[in-house]
Nanobody
Framework: QVQLVESGGGLVQAGGSLTLSCAAA????????MRWYRQAPGQQRELVAD???????NYADSVKGRFTIFRNNTKNTVYLQMNSLKPEDTGVYYC?????????????WGQGTQVTVSS
């Protein structure tokens, strides 16, 4: 069994910062891509940022220059550093990872963490 456990969400004023964490636990052989998605009320889930096992990153245009995704492969953890937050960044943030559990490569999701940015 593999689980992704997220933490770090909360309420912050516009212009503030938050750092989200997502730790993978369980039977893990290797982790490929890791990603952060978000879903605002009434909106579809959207990809915010992703990072490959080698460290290559990609960002949604709306967060470029403000958010940074990074990972600690020793701890099987991915982070999302969010700076200069805006009210439109409000939503539930989910992490997603492609994990090889010794038998098969599967996509796993975290439970989500709420981020609320007040104006």
């Amino acid at each position: 069994q593999v689980q992704l456990v997220e933490s770090g969400g909360g309420l912050v004023q516009a212009g503030g910062s938050l750092t989200l964490s997502c730790a993978a636990a369980g039977t893990i052989f290797s982790i490929k891509g890791m990603r952060w998605y978000r879903q605002a009320p009434g909106q579809q889930r959207e990809l915010v940022a992703d990072i490959r096992s080698g460290g290559t990153t990609n960002y949604a245009d709306s967060v470029k220059g403000r958010f940074t995704i990074f990972r600690n492969n020793t701890k099987n953890t991915v982070y999302l550093q969010m700076n200069s937050l805006k009210p439109e960044d409000t939503g539930v943030y989910y992490c997603n990872a492609d994990i090889n559990n010794y038998f098969v490569l599967q996509s796993y999701w975290g439970q989500g963490t709420q981020v609320t940015v007040s104006s």
